[in-house]
């Protein structure tokens, strides 16, 4: 089975902290995503990306970077976090037309 | 308009029931098509892909139509564990290459005994 494992379950950090969030999957997936869930919202796409190097913005990039040095491994870099960023944040990785798989996902509060 | 619209629900129906979740989405260049399952505060998970001919897992059954922008995914003979919140999910064509995958706001169906 593909894994893909989100570093921390529950993250707390302060306003104006940076905050990195890591996502590693093991199937040597091209495609790699990041989503914010929020009640109501549904899944709003941050930034995925098709390759190492590659990244594109989604829908809500703001306030967020990422960097994929690596195939297996896509971070999530929230440069100054903000109460606004609380949120579910899910990772997920795949091969285009086969369905995606998501890890467990990130609580993160900013307080 | 959202790229990806489903109904909002929630479905409330009893154990056995038939039930019919709707999708439309607005790119025409839309090239692979999905329905996700989410249970309460886990992780989305593939249910299963969807093409023009139709497709059938046991007791789901998902339909695409492309000339409509429609998808589809019929339950039937519902049961308990069924409850859960169903996305619709389409890979877009992204500007630079690879797919962006958009998902639908979701469908929340309750099976009662």
């Known amino acids: 089975d593909v894994k893909v494992t989100q570093s921390s379950r529950y993250l707390v950090k302060r306003t104006g902290e940076k905050v990195f969030l890591e996502c590693v999957q093991d199937?040597?997936?091209?495609?790699m995503f990041w989503y914010r869930q929020d009640p109501g919202l549904g899944l709003r796409l941050i930034y995925f990306?098709?390759?190492?190097?590659?990244?594109e913005k989604g829908d809500i990039p703001e306030g967020y970077s990422v960097s994929r040095e690596k195939k297996e491994r896509f971070s999530l870099i929230l440069e100054s976090a903000s109460t606004n960023q609380t949120s579910m944040y899910l990772c997920?990785?795949?091969?285009?037309?086969?369905?995606?798989?998501f890890g467990s996902g990130t609580r993160l509060t900013v307080v | 308009r959202k790229e990806v619209e489903q109904d909002p629900g929630p479905f409330n129906v009893p154990e056995g029931a038939t039930v019919a979740f709707n999708c439309t989405y607005s790119n025409s260049a839309s090239q692979s098509f999905f329905w996700y399952r989410q249970d309460c505060r886990k992780e989305p998970k593939l249910l299963m892909s969807v093409y023009s001919s139709g497709n059938e897992d046991g007791r789901f059954t998902a339909q695409l139509n492309r000339a409509s922008q429609y998808i589809s995914l019929l339950i039937r003979d519902s049961k308990l564990s069924d409850s859960a919140t169903y996305l619709c999910?389409?890979?877009?064509?992204?500007?630079?290459?690879?797919?962006?995958?958009?998902f639908g706001a979701g469908t929340r169906l309750f099976v009662k005994a």
């Open positions: 199937m040597d997936h091209e495609n």
């Open positions: 997920a990785s795949g091969r285009t037309n086969y369905g995606y798989t």
């Open positions: 999910v389409v890979n877009v064509l992204a500007n630079t290459g690879g797919f962006k995958t958009i």
């Open positions: 990306s098709y390759d190492v190097k590659m990244k």
